[in-house]
């Protein structure tokens, strides 16, 4: 008898699925965009998902199981790893904030660099674990000479990441970064973000108020950003690397809004300059070669496509006060 051939994209979702499947995975940041995607994917291919927050409340279940902590407490993040003992670490709690404003500077340090060095020092003891960072594009990249990072939000990444690259020359430790893009999809509650704040105002009747559009962005759909985790958590080669996690396409801020407009088929127009231009903004641009060599990943939602699906989430969801069953 004979049987039709299998693709070699079936085959690697069975080794995925095979890879995940009874793994203990600890999941940081579990509340947040990418990270509630992560998990319900996770929970999805079998993993045993340990799911971390640092307040209580109801959240959707996958069949994860939820802990209380925070990250920026070494003795709080030696104890849950000590108890989940996991095989990968997703670590995506985060502060994210683009502004530049120097009340920002202690906050970005304490939630986006104390969080990575105590995880890392943790897993110093447990050989074997591996670690996976949410990074991102607002980093200077080597070879950028002396270039300042653009934040307080972009210069806590930066430093993380090397003290990551620290951790794995000197400690052997498994650690891979992912310098993300900017990040789009359903489920996104923080309306001050671009696409969010986009849709919803033309959803409803509404002239969103914007700098001038020009900034290049590089827009790359979650449920890529989530392919990507996964394979930096399941390809060995990966330990010791950073990867950049876009679509390495240029797309100004005035041409997506105006692509949402033409998928909302809202007339009210955009106010472009009503808000100032944020200093030291560039294009940040993925190079997303290595990761297509090495992690065996590509993004596979083009920009059009990936804001009618997030459309359609926010016109079913108007009201994002809360976590949403994505």
């Given at each position: 008898?004979l049987?039709?051939?299998?693709?070699?994209?079936?085959?690697?979702?069975?080794?995925?699925?095979?890879?995940?499947?009874?793994?203990?995975?600890?999941?940081?940041?579990?509340?947040?965009?990418?990270?509630?995607?992560?998990?319900?994917?996770?929970?999805?291919?079998?993993?045993?998902?340990?799911?971390?927050?640092?307040?209580?409340?109801?959240?959707?279940?996958?069949g994860?199981?939820?802990?209380?902590?925070?990250?920026?407490?070494?003795e709080?993040?030696?104890?849950?790893?000590?108890?989940?003992?996991?095989?990968?670490?997703?670590?995506?709690?985060?502060?994210v904030?683009?502004?530049?404003?120097?009340?920002?500077?202690?906050?970005?340090?304490?939630?986006n660099?104390?969080?990575?060095?105590?995880?890392?020092?943790?897993?110093?003891?447990?050989?074997g674990?591996?670690?996976?960072?949410?990074?991102?594009?607002?980093?200077?990249?080597?070879?950028?000479?002396?270039?300042?990072?653009?934040?307080?939000?972009?210069?806590?990444?930066?430093?993380?990441?090397?003290?990551?690259?620290?951790?794995?020359?000197?400690?052997?430790v498994?650690?891979?970064?992912?310098r993300?893009?900017?990040?789009?999809?359903?489920?996104?509650?923080?309306?001050?973000?671009?696409?969010?704040?986009?849709?919803?105002?033309?959803?409803?009747?509404?002239?969103?108020?914007?700098?001038?559009?020009?900034?290049?962005?590089?827009?790359?759909?979650?449920?890529?950003?989530?392919?990507?985790?996964?394979?930096?958590?399941?390809?060995?080669?990966?330990?010791?690397?950073?990867?950049?996690?876009?679509?390495?396409?240029r797309?100004?801020?005035?041409?997506?809004?105006?692509?949402?407009?033409?998928?909302?088929?809202?007339?009210?127009?955009?106010?472009?300059?009503?808000?100032?231009?944020?200093?030291l903004?560039?294009?940040?641009?993925?190079?997303?070669?290595?990761?297509?060599?090495?992690?065996?990943?590509?993004?596979?939602?083009?920009?059009?496509e990936?804001?009618?699906?997030?459309?359609?989430?926010?016109?079913?969801?108007?009201?994002?006060?809360?976590?949403?069953?994505?």
């Amino acid at each position: 008898m004979l049987t039709a051939p299998v693709s070699a994209d079936t085959l690697a979702e069975d080794q995925e699925d095979l890879h995940w499947h009874g793994a203990s995975v600890l999941v940081t940041g579990a509340t947040g965009f990418i990270g509630a995607h992560l998990v319900r994917r996770l929970g999805a291919l079998g993993a045993r998902v340990h799911a971390v927050s640092r307040t209580p409340g109801k959240k959707a279940g996958h069949g994860e199981t939820w802990h209380v902590a925070d990250v920026g407490d070494a003795e709080a993040v030696e104890s849950l790893v000590g108890s989940v003992r996991p095989a990968v670490v997703f670590h995506l709690a985060s502060e994210v904030a683009g502004a530049r404003d120097p009340r920002l500077v202690r906050p970005m340090l304490e939630s986006n660099l104390a969080g990575a060095v105590n995880l890392l020092t943790t897993v110093t003891a447990r050989p074997g674990t591996r670690v996976v960072l949410a990074g991102s594009l607002e980093e200077p990249r080597p070879g950028e000479g002396e270039a300042a990072p653009s934040s307080p939000y972009a210069v806590a990444k930066w430093a993380a990441s090397g003290y990551a690259r620290m951790f794995h020359e000197l400690w052997d430790v498994a650690v891979t970064i992912l310098r993300i893009g900017m990040v789009y999809g359903p489920g996104q509650n923080d309306t001050t973000k671009l696409v969010p704040y986009v849709t919803l105002s033309l959803l409803r009747g509404e002239e969103p108020c914007l700098g001038s559009g020009t900034r290049l962005l590089d827009w790359v759909y979650v449920d890529d950003v989530v392919d990507a985790f996964l394979a930096a958590g399941r390809v060995p080669e990966a330990a010791g690397r950073s990867f950049d996690i876009g679509t390495g396409t240029r797309t100004s801020i005035r041409d997506t809004v105006e692509l949402l407009g033409r998928i909302v088929g809202s007339p009210p127009r955009p106010r472009y300059g009503a808000l100032s231009d944020r200093p030291l903004d560039s294009a940040r641009i993925a190079d997303i070669a290595p990761a297509a060599e090495t992690l065996r990943w590509r993004p596979g939602v083009g920009l059009e496509e990936g804001l009618r699906r997030t459309v359609a989430w926010y016109a079913k969801h108007p009201e994002t006060d809360g976590p949403h069953d994505i």
